[in-house]
């Protein structure tokens, strides 16, 4: 309802009173409230994967960054003070006319209600013209101006505009601007927030309160002339009518309509307005301390007509004692109400205000820029529509950009330039001629976006991506000098290959990194800088005495490799043997009959009999023990002597040197210990039985020693134990995985079944003759004999007789470990757990004539699987800024027999801050390996069954593309996700079956590609 006060009144009084006058939100509050909401929102992601800014929010124009720009716009909208006169919005009235009339009448007075203000084209009431069509305006000057400078004026100008129209939205948060409430004194809610500046900072920074998505397209039209585009339905969708309250309590609800139906200002308790009406409160039971005087109150609660709001309002200290017509009244607001208006409310202008960046970046366009595969300099975006929705009727077109940010528009081949597209739906656009000097290419889409229209000078809905926007450069290891491979030419480096074997790109992209052999006596390190501004495409040339071009590049320093330094970690290792000598054994009796008339022995079937399992030896030998880890040259490399060698090849990776010159020129190596092969061996007893001296068949075997057993001890399988990031030049230890003391203590078994001869498995035959009468009537031992198993049917199997059954445990029986941080050893996986074989061990496989059977022995193996969870890899993140961190691959085989039966975890490690996430986790058993790594992404190979290459995001959004069956052993990747084919020197897009694009400029022939990713990088094209 509008407030019944005259024109020339509140002239006078807006001349005579403070210019904090209709002021909602204090500037600082407005700030505060933007500056989260674009860190809530899609403002950043937007930045970098649509328009190109690979520092996002962050990134800078005309010396201010884009954030900054939408908080200051947030502040500056009540500048001048005659501008808040349009920052007021009544929700009952009706864009269609209905309720109280329609919106052209909502506002304060004769002046401009706020949904109106925000889409205004002609803002008269200073401080310049800020609307959501002039935002638009910027906007697509932004993407299609020749000039960078024009451009990023036109950027600041957009992101202005957004902080200004996010201001408008806040104010919908303050009771007193939906109530049309101008309070020419003050109001209290309004005063009391820039006094409570810690609690409205804590509720700022809360969880914001989102509308939803679907308020964007209820379906109820917007008939006002000025109003027209959706974004309206953040202020007011036009479905509370003051008759149903309940409504507002849903996120699909203007912020206006919330605020007005659920709060009071200090102006209209209980009047002017139908809700919160005298039926929605309850006079709480108990008094409460009000909180910055502690008297005690006693306070109405809102506990129905929409949303719960504990303290409504409070009433004066003689309200029980007025008559009812009185009483209304005497209900005010105070320091209490406010703290619970402002838990409502507050979390709601963030949300509402990200839901307004939100809507203006709305659109999408998921596509890439392609050949045409007959004319390779014809090109045209092919893709989808990524908006949720339609692309109806407007343009696509491709813009250009040369090497000194010149942009022009690439030439159109086809005179139909309109899309029609649904969301999700493909996308392409008409032929385009490339421009032969672009490296980046923009596709901007310009016309109605859903309902955003073009009219009456808005360019409707803008959508833009850019397309390419780096260029790569690759350093190339020639015959004896380093050069610098470009899409201009290869140029040469005044770096020679025998001093410097490895050179890799710096955290500048005008810094290099370069060492020496490590085998040397004393290894060292150089640091170069390309004598180039930071990001610069420009190759600085200078003529050497012989008159020959190189690039002109200064030495920054030398180091030595620190030979010896201590890595703070004590290796406690321990391995125990428990060694246990079995003997199988059995009786082959085989009788024989006297024949007295023919005075000879006949013999009769024999018999199998006396199955025995006999424990010979079982003992245990241990080694132990304990050393520092020194990362010195005699236990540099595989086949050090040392219990322990050291390294700088991160794994299986094709990266070999992993070093680094930071942006403030610190050099940094990677380097991993694993421990050695163990030469020593535990020697134990080895026993047999043998005949008794008198061959009696009674008597019982003797036992005798033999060769001893050899048992070599050993390490478990567990991939490198450390790795450590060293500071060269310092000598000083930034990261390692390994605790002070990193102990490594595990006991195996080991089974022996070898009666006489060190065969694999073999059974003890003891072979007796039986004399029935005649001379040598009795018991003979005949020989013994070590029988291996035989080989036997599946049928003979089945029947098989056991003789005798012994269980025993093998391999691995336990292992304590302790080699990481709790942040790392979290993530281990779990062992697989105990595994059990049964084997069936024939000795014979029967004899039917003679009704002799099958028979063996059955053996049991235990084993108590302790396979030891592995960081195979580890690779060094460039980081943006902040703490150093690192990538870990995590890994454990899960069948010792099979090495492509891997689980595996990326993950990512802040040792600074002890923390550590898991990116990724494979859902195939495989054998993985990190293909490439850049400050944005990872790619893995898994190899095995199912292969696959996973594309895996280091960013806050963890996306992960998969291609199936797809080794890509040619790819490597670049910032932020740039798939990028070495062979044939093409981004591809990120499809399940990658397809090559137009991108980049290809680098200049006549070297050859390397696999090594360090030796690639990628410089923005501004």
């Known amino acids: ?236 969708t036009d479905q509370y009518t003051g008759s149903n309250p309940a409504i507002t309590s849903s996120p699909m609800i203007g912020l206006s309509e919330y605020t007005n139906a659920n709060f009071f200002s200090d102006d209209t308790v209980l009047k002017n307005f139908p809700f919160p009406a005298k039926t929605s409160l309850t006079l709480r039971e108990l008094p409460e301390p009000e909180p910055k005087k502690q008297e005690l109150r006693r306070y109405f609660r809102k506990d129905r007509d929409g949303e719960t709001v504990e303290h409504i309002a409070v009433p004066s200290a003689l309200y029980k004692f007025l008559p009812d017509a009185l009483k209304d009244k005497k209900i005010g607001l105070d320091s209490r109400v406010y703290e619970d208006y402002a838990k409502k409310l507050l979390p709601r202008a963030v949300g509402y205000s990200a839901a307004l960046i939100d809507h203006f970046f709305r659109g999408q366009l998921d596509v890439d820029l392609f050949n045409d595969p007959e004319n390779p300099g014809k090109v045209r975006v092919e893709g989808t529509n990524g908006s949720a929705e339609k692309l109806d009727g407007g343009t696509l077109t491709i813009y250009a950009d040369n090497a000194e ?211 010979m030896v079982d003992e245990t030998a241990s080694l132990n023990r304990s050393y520092p880890v020194v990362l010195d040259a005699g236990s540099y490399g595989i086949g050090s002597p040392s219990p322990y060698f050291w390294g700088l090849v991160p794994g299986f990776s094709s990266k070999t040197g992993e070093m680094a010159l930071t942006k403030d020129g610190r050099i940094l190596v990677l380097v991993f210990v694993s421990l050695s092969p163990v030469s020593e061996k535990a020697t134990f007893r080895a026993l047999t039985l043998a005949l008794p001296p008198s061959l009696d068949g009674n008597d019982a075997l003797s036992v005798r020693e033999v060769t001893p057993v050899d048992v070599p001890f050993s390490v478990p399988d567990m991939g490198p134990v450390l790795w450590a990031l060293v500071d060269v030049e310092s000598g000083q230890v930034v990261a390692s995985t390994a605790p002070s003391t990193l102990s490594v203590h595990h006991q195996t078994a080991s089974t022996n079944f070898t009666p006489y001869a060190p065969i694999q498995f073999a059974m003890l035959q003891i072979k007796k003759d039986r004399y029935i009468g005649g001379p040598q009537d009795g018991l003979r031992y005949s020989h013994l004999q070590s029988v291996a198993p035989s080989i036997c049917s599946p049928e003979q199997m089945a029947v098989l007789v056991e003789f005798g059954e012994v269980s025993v445990q093998e391999g691995n029986v336990s292992s304590v470990l302790n080699r990481f941080p709790p942040e790392i050893g979290a993530l281990e996986f779990a062992s697989p757990g105990a595994g059990q074989t049964v084997t069936r061990y024939p000795f014979s496989c029967g004899y039917p004539p003679d009704g002799v059977p099958p028979s063996g022995f059955k053996v049991t193996s235990s084993t108590n699987v302790s396979i030891p969870t592995q960081v195979g890899e580890a690779f060094r993140i460039t980081p943006l800024s902040g703490p150093e961190q690192l990538l870990l691959l995590i890994s454990q085989q899960q069948d010792k027999t099979d090495p492509f039966s891997n689980l595996g975890r990326l993950v990512k490690w802040v040792p600074q801050e002890n923390g550590a996430e898991v990116l990724h986790e494979f859902s195939s058993r495989a054998f993985h390996t990190t293909r490439s790594v850049s400050r944005g992404s990872a790619l893995v190979q898994s190899r095995g069954s199912n292969p696959a290459t996973t594309l895996v995001s280091l960013q806050d959004n963890n996306s992960v593309n998969v291609f199936p069956g797809s080794m890509l052993f040619s790819y490597i990747v670049f910032e932020p996700q740039f798939l990028y084919n070495v062979v044939d020197l093409k981004f591809y897009t990120k499809d399940a079956s990658p397809r090559r694009t137009a991108l980049p400029a290809t680098l200049a022939p006549g070297a050859s590609a390397s696999s090594q990713d360090y030796r690639y990088h990628v410089i923005p094209v501004k």
């Open 405 to 615: 940010g010149l942009r022009s528009t690439a030439q159109p081949l086809d005179p139909d330039l309109t899309i029609v597209a649904d969301a999700g739906q493909p996308v392409s656009s008409a032929f385009f001629l490339a421009p032969e000097d672009a490296e980046r290419f923009v596709a901007v889409y310009q016309g109605k976006l859903g309902e955003e229209a073009p009219e009456g000078g808005s360019p409707g809905g803008v959508i833009e991506k850019v397309l390419g926007g780096v260029r790569v450069e690759q350093l190339v290891k020639r015959f004896t000098t380093w050069s610098l491979r470009t899409p201009k030419g290869i140029f040469t480096l005044p770096i020679p290959t025998q001093d410097v074997s490895e050179l890799r790109w710096g955290d500048n992209d005008n810094t290099l990194i370069g060492r020496s052999s490590m085998a040397s006596s004393s290894p060292q390190f150089y640091a170069y800088k390309i004598n180039r501004p930071l990001g610069s495409l420009d190759i600085p040339l200078i003529n050497q005495p012989d008159g020959t071009a190189v690039v002109d590049v200064s030495p920054l320093k030398q180091v030595s490799f620190p030979m010896g330094m201590y890595l703070g970690t004590v290796i406690d290792f321990s391995h125990t043997i428990h060694y246990q000598q079995y003997i199988l054994s059995y009786v082959n009796t085989e009788t024989w009959t006297w024949n007295e008339t023919f005075r000879f022995y006949n013999s009769a079937p024999f018999q199998f009999s006396d199955g025995r399992v006999q424990l």
């Open 1 to 236: 309802m509008r407030q019944p006060i005259a024109h020339i009144g509140l002239l006078l009084i807006w001349f005579t009173i403070s210019s904090k006058v209709l002021i909602a939100y204090d500037i600082e509050t407005h700030r505060a409230i933007a500056e989260r909401a674009v860190n809530v929102s899609t403002f950043d992601r937007v930045l970098k994967s649509a328009l190109g800014f690979v520092d996002g929010q962050r990134s800078v124009f005309l010396n201010r960054r884009a954030e900054d720009w939408v908080r200051d716009g947030a502040a500056s909208e009540d500048a001048p003070v005659s501008r808040v006169l349009n920052h007021f919005h009544s929700p009952l009235y009706q864009a269609n006319g209905t309720g109280q009339g329609p919106w052209s009448k909502a506002g304060l007075l004769d002046y401009q209600s706020s949904v109106r203000w925000a889409q205004n084209r002609n803002q008269t009431s200073g401080g310049g013209i800020w609307s959501w069509p002039t935002a638009r305006q910027r906007f697509l000057t932004a993407q299609t101006a020749a000039t960078k400078q024009e451009r990023d004026r036109a950027l600041a100008d957009t992101f202005r505009a957004i902080g200004q129209l996010t201001h408008l939205v806040q104010d919908m948060s303050v009771p007193a601007h939906v109530r049309n409430d101008p309070h020419p004194i003050s109001d209290g809610y309004e005063d009391w927030v820039p006094r409570s500046r810690n609690l409205i900072n804590s509720l700022i920074a809360g969880p914001p309160i989102y509308p939803n998505q679907s308020v964007f397209s209820l379906g109820i039209p917007i008939p006002d002339s000025i109003a027209r585009e959706s974004v309206a339905r953040l202020w007011d």
